[in-house]
């Protein structure tokens, strides 16, 4: 049940782009994204509903596939600040809507 | 301002050993969670609540309990530590009208030796 998120580890230099993948076997209601720092809580990012509207943070943005079951996250022009570990968290359509499922993490590193 | 909070940060135990961990919000949201989070995994949800009276088992819930008797707190207990719960546990919160985002507490680093 638990999505699968991919790439595991992305490593970028500044100002380089990047795109996280988070794929489900199960028909969604939503998918959520949060950032983690090491050693501090996950913060949220964006949530995207059924219909796949495209939604933006500063110069993240996402997508989402209902068909597919597929969210994709957009890094443009990264900033040192966006180096962490990203999680997808998935909201089914037979599990309620407030309870999430979390893929394992996409760790992101930008460099220099 | 709003918070969540969780307590002890830290914390050391022997094997066998009951154990409590305390999350506080002042959100007044209804919905609560515990998540652990173990390198490779990512968060994985231990149990939640969607109010007061209301506790559901998550997807790791064996040796693990919860109870909700107001709105602000969810503890929750290890009924006997064992060597495999050391991770580190995350409460969260959601609730605002018409957002299902979750709020995350600063997080409990248990070891149990």
């Known amino acids: 049940q638990q999505p699968v998120q991919s790439p595991q580890a992305v490593i970028l230099r500044e100002g380089e782009d990047a795109v996280i993948n988070c794929s489900s076997s199960k028909a969604l209601y939503s998918v959520h994204w949060y950032r983690q720092k090491h050693g501090e809580a996950p913060v949220f990012l964006m949530i995207?509903?059924?219909?796949?509207e495209q939604k933006g943070h500063e110069k993240i943005s996402a997508s989402f596939n209902e068909k597919k079951q597929q969210s994709s996250l957009y890094l443009t022009a990264s900033q040192l600040s966006y180096s962490g570990t990203y999680f997808c968290?998935?909201?089914?359509?037979?599990?309620?809507?407030?309870?999430?499922?979390f893929g394992a993490g996409t760790r992101l590193a930008v460099h220099p | 301002d709003a918070e969540i909070t969780q307590s002890p940060r830290h914390k050391i135990t022997e094997t066998g050993r009951q154990v409590t961990l305390a999350c506080h919000q002042t959100?007044?949201?209804?919905?609560m969670f515990w998540y652990r989070q173990d390198l490779g995994h990512g968060l994985r949800l231990i149990h939640y609540?969607?109010?007061?009276?209301?506790?559901n088992k998550g997807e790791v819930s064996d040796g693990y309990s919860v109870s909700r008797s107001n709105t602000e707190d969810l503890p929750l207990t290890l009924e006997s530590a064992a060597s495999s719960q050391t991770s580190v546990y995350f409460c969260?919160?959601?609730?605002?009208?018409?957002?299902?985002?979750?709020?995350f507490g600063p997080g409990t680093r248990l070891t149990v030796t």
């Open positions: 959100w007044n949201h209804n919905n």
């Open positions: 968290g998935t909201a089914l359509i037979s599990g309620g809507y407030n309870k999430l499922i």
């Open positions: 995207l509903l059924k219909g796949g």
């Open positions: 609540s969607y109010g007061v009276q209301d506790t």
């Open positions: 969260a919160s959601s609730g605002r009208a018409g957002s299902h985002e979750q709020y």
